[in-house]
């Protein structure tokens, strides 16, 4: 009994050590490939002036979008649908710390419901875009957007803004496939080092002579 009780406790020893080895290598790989997403996780749209859903009195010239992190307006940059279902590009905007932009609309957006539509690039380079939409009543008086570009307002406010949940699901899944190699490979090697305990074992104990 005596001389397998130091065997016992060198393979629980050996499994204890397997599995840290195991943890440690999946918080590894997690932090990896956490890291990549962080700048995309924390950039995207926080609010604006004036925010959605919300009803003006007067013609709107100026409109404030403000991002959670730095960003670089791309593609169409800033447009607006109109009531009477033009889109009307911004005729300038401007920022300070490329998170705060003063977008400014000329003729100003009046007479209904107004959407406006943003397209940036985040600091990784990950293209995010976004809209929102708000009422501009005129002497008391607002319409409905017409469609007489053939896009209705739902339509233009549609947007495609997946491929950070792509990026962040393709991660994820890259990620917990190597975690299932590195544990199959930590039980496997287990098992090959429990295996060759065992035969030791027995070798030992054919080849030791009987005690008088």
């Known amino acids: 009994m005596s001389s397998q009780t130091p065997q016992r406790t060198a393979k629980r020893s050996g499994v204890a050590h397997r599995m840290v080895m195991a943890i440690g290598l999946l918080l590894g790989l997690g932090a990896a490939f956490a890291a990549p997403t962080t700048v995309s996780a924390h950039t995207g749209f926080e609010s604006s002036t004036p925010s959605s859903g919300s009803e003006i009195e007067e013609p709107v010239d100026l409109v404030t979008i403000v991002f959670t992190g730095e960003s670089t307006p791309v593609g169409d940059e800033f447009i607006a649908l109109t009531p009477a279902g033009i889109v009307q590009q911004a005729a300038s905007f401007e920022t300070v710390d490329n998170k705060v932009f003063s977008v400014r609309f000329d003729?100003?957006?009046a007479g209904g419901q107004v959407g406006?539509?943003?397209?940036?690039?985040?600091?990784?380079?990950?293209?995010?875009?976004?809209?929102?939409?708000?009422?501009?009543?005129?002497?008391?008086?607002?319409?409905?957007?017409?469609?007489?570009?053939?896009?209705?307002?739902?339509?233009?406010?549609?947007?495609?803004?997946?491929?950070?949940?792509?990026?962040?699901?393709?991660?994820?899944?890259?990620?917990?496939?190597?975690?299932?190699?590195?544990?199959?490979?930590?039980?496997?090697?287990?098992?090959?080092?429990?295996?060759?305990?065992?035969?030791?074992?027995?070798?030992?104990?054919?080849?030791?002579?009987d005690g008088p």
């Open 116 to 209: 406006v539509r943003w397209n940036v690039q985040a600091a990784d380079a990950h293209p995010i875009e976004g809209a929102f939409a708000f009422t501009v009543n005129t002497n008391g008086q607002s319409t409905t957007a017409a469609t007489a570009t053939g896009a209705s307002l739902d339509e233009f406010l549609e947007t495609n803004d997946s491929g950070g949940i792509g990026q962040v699901a393709g991660l994820v899944g890259v990620a917990g496939a190597l975690a299932a190699v590195v544990i199959a490979v930590v039980v496997l090697r287990g098992r090959r080092d429990e295996a060759g305990e065992r035969r030791a074992a027995t070798e030992a104990t054919r080849v030791t002579p």
């Open 107 to 109: 003729p100003p957006l």
